[in-house]
Nanobody
Framework: VQLQASGGGLVQAGGSLRLSCAVSGRTFRGTVVGWFRQAPGKERMFISAIDWSNWSSNSTYYADSLKGRFTISRDNARNAVYLQMNSLKPEDTAVYYC?????????????????????WGQGTQVTVSS
């Protein structure tokens, strides 16, 4: 599985950005795609995850601290997962990564662990100015 994140950039506080994750290669039934971010000097932090190849489910899972401002979605026809980010704050500044867990089965609390994901994209920088 190959993933490529894009859509980052510089935005003012209160603004919005939509990140895209292009998903290619072989995915198995039950693959989950997640978004993480990592700020300088901090650990990688879970943002959200979505069922990717479960055709009967479009379930999502969010970090409590970001639910309501960030929305994850998928478009299997375009082989893409999106992260819509609204009301951005300077503390949202980070490198944003998308990743795939091919053995998840479905999203759930386990989706929060970066260790569950075995394929990662290269990251896209998001900078929010005050």
């Amino acid at each position: 599985v190959q993933l490529q994140a894009s859509g980052g950039g510089l935005v003012q506080a209160g603004g919005s950005l939509r990140l895209s994750c292009a998903v290619s290669g072989r995915t198995f039934r039950g693959t989950v795609v997640g978004w993480f971010r990592q700020a300088p000097g901090k650990e990688r932090m879970f943002i959200s995850a979505i069922d990717w190849s479960n055709w009967s489910s479009n379930s999502t899972y969010y970090a409590d601290s970001l639910k309501g401002r960030f929305t994850i979605s998928r478009d299997n026809a375009r082989n893409a997962v999106y992260l819509q980010m609204n009301s951005l704050k300077p503390e949202d500044t980070a490198v944003y990564y998308c990743a795939a867990d091919r053995t998840a089965g479905r999203v759930g609390p386990w989706s929060r662990s970066a260790l569950k994901y075995d394929y990662w994209g290269q990251g896209t920088q998001v900078t929010v100015s005050s």
